[in-house]
């Protein structure tokens, strides 16, 4: 199948995206957050494959969270957490119920803001060309188009750690049957690739 | 580490290892439960090593709903799941706030009624040898031993499913710093073994 919807999401063993107490400073919330991307972060090499593949998307699709802090009517100074070459590369639609024009950023990513995920997924999915379309998060998101059956490949990365607490991957998603397509460890990190049956 | 207290489980892919609904007949109630533990029963012989080492506990610990769905006062005729030959052929300490007399089973298995994990777990120890000493569940028996501190290594069996509600491994368990010993996986399951830094 070409074209797949695809997600990568790192979580604890307990699976959660991030800690509670998630502000503004501190996008990923309170307690050992950092082991949830160490594996990306310290260890690339180890793990090239994986992140090549995470970047190798034809479009993306994420929620105001990941995009920014900004509540309510935007803020048109914030232009993102990336700086002036995001490490998309591509067109990424943010969903969002408040207008705002697109942004074009350097190195070929662009912002385009869009209300619902099926507006939101139809036009990445044109924007894909024969690419896959990630679902870049956040969590809500990633369980948002979970819920609605609109995932055809589900990439976890799990870090050895747990969080106790926090927002977890599959809250409020009901039973998904899973094929497991692929498993691979390094040093910080468990990949386990599932392909979801509709 | 001689003597490690270890504990097997096998969970879905968003950390459950029963559905909602458990009665008595039920034991994992409702959802595809039953894909939890396909790998061991569908495909033994791709995982005859994990199987292997579940089985090789010197003592085992396990709760008393993991005995059985009996309620308050003992039924006597109860002597567990498992027939007149359970499959752990060791000695086996069940917590329960009600005294019991123990039960000797064909092929070296007795069950042992012992109020309190601490106890529990001393007398495990004692009987264990040089073999580990299991936590065999059900799942609010591993919180309370990782919540306390007092397991050293924690081996998960993903199965390939989600069930979305039900009983969960890490519930009420705060925040564990883990140690990514190994990782196997076969057609039905991704085994991971961490070790718990104290």
């Known amino acids: 199948m070409s074209n797949k919807v695809v997600c990568d999401l790192s979580i604890s063993a307990d699976g959660y995206v991030a800690g509670p107490g998630q502000t503004a ?6 307690g050992p957050v950092d082991r949830l991307h160490a594996w990306m972060f310290d260890t690339p090499a180890e793990n090239q494959a994986e992140v090549d593949r995470i970047t190798s998307a034809g479009a993306y699709v994420m929620g105001r969270n990941m995009f920014g802090p900004v509540r309510g009517e935007w803020d048109l100074d914030w232009t993102g957490w990336w ?9 990424v639609f943010v969903l969002t119920h408040h ?3 697109p942004l074009t950023m350097q190195g070929g990513t662009t912002f385009t803001f869009v209300d619902g995920i099926g507006s939101a997924l ?6 894909a060309g024969d690419r896959d379309i990630a679902i870049a998060g956040g969590a809500a998101t990633i369980n948002q188009y979970l819920a609605a059956g609109l995932v055809d490949e589900l990439r976890t990365h799990i870090a050895p750690v747990t969080l106790g607490a926090g927002e ?10 899973l094929e497991l397509l692929a498993t691979r460890s390094a040093s910080l990190v468990t990949h386990i690739d599932y392909r979801v049956r509709h």
Chains 1, 2 share one sequence.
């Open 122 to 127: 139809d036009q990445a999915r044109a924007a």
């Open 25 to 30: 400073d501190k996008p990923f919330g309170d």
């Open 83 to 91: 700086g002036e070459d995001p490490p998309y590369h591509a067109p």
């Open 99 to 101: 207008p705002r024009d």
């Open 168 to 177: 977890r991957l599959f809250d409020g998603v009901p039973s998904l049957d």
